[in-house]
């Protein structure tokens, strides 16, 4: 069995640190190995342990059918291995999930990455700028536990980055850190190093087409990611990145380049006035009555607001709609956890 210490020293470059729940958990149980989930594909994981990188077996239960997907393990995610086989014993505790409702009708969560210290939400400053899409996102990454930076790109490409970024003014007064780039300008990208020292993992989500790719390759020096042309109609790209996989950086990092996502659904599990929208809460609190529904009742403060000038429509329509959506998913969300309870542990899966 490798000693403890080596495992630090051997994982340091992974992003391992000793305050991660992981390095807690190691601590009281060192049996077997750990490693990092660098790549997750269909057919199964590829991990690193800092000497190198290898596919591994995942523990049977994870394929059963009704398995909650956010026990298994996700790319960034650290996993015990078994001493001598290249198998999966256990998924170890996380600092952070970034996670979306998956796509599709079945309100499920689609977990994305683990033990992240920084979301990078990558948006281009063409017609991928999306200013609901941004408020999306960033509830998304308030209720994983990581800290939001939002990443504009082309800048070389865009005829008034001022403007664009005037209108993230309310976001960057909300504490997220905004920072304007061209990812092809590896100077440029220097303004993201207070993320990106030893020690710290980031992830990189955004539309496809937005750049992240693009930024993944200038960050590393060297074609590591596949990137691809966006239509001129509308900005977007093509799905070039298929796989999320995890890399080094020279500045000491580690960071996940994901595919696009299209669909951004809420979990359920999400507080969309925290942070966010907080503005909107406290203000809602001084409304005359406690139950006030901000519709046509006296003494509204939200409404006051809206008729100002100084509560945007459109921030606040979105608001509402967030609200409802993420109750919507916590209702599905419950009775699905209640029905696993009750039906005790999946069957298998049917082949094909
Ligand atoms: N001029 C310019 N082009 C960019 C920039 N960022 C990305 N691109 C281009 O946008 C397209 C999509 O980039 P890609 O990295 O594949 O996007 P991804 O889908 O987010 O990974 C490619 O043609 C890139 O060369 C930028 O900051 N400036
Ligand atoms: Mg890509
Ligand atoms: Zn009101």
Redesign the pocket.
Known sequence: MTPRTDIATQLAPLGWRADLPAARAWAEKSEGRVARVSEQHRSGYRVCDGDSEFPVQAPAPWTRKGFPPEQRAVVGDFVRLHAHEDQILELMPRSSLFQRGAAGEHLKVQPIAANIDTVLV?T?LDRDFNLRRLERYLVLVNASGAAPVLVL?????CEDVATLREQLAGIEGGGVPVVA????DAVSLAALSPWLGPGRSVVLV??????????TNTLTGREK?K????RERDSR?RH??THRALLTLPQGACLI?TP?MRELKLTGEEDVADAVFDDIEALACTCRFRDCRHQQEPGCAVRAALDSGDLDAGRYANYRKLLSERDQAADVLAARRKQARSSGPGKPRRPG
């Open positions: 990558v281009g790109t082309k800048t070389d490409r780039v061209n990812a092809k955004g539309s496809s087409g937005a750049g992240k790719s693009t930024l990611m990137t691809g042309a966006v790209g070039t990145t380049d696009g």
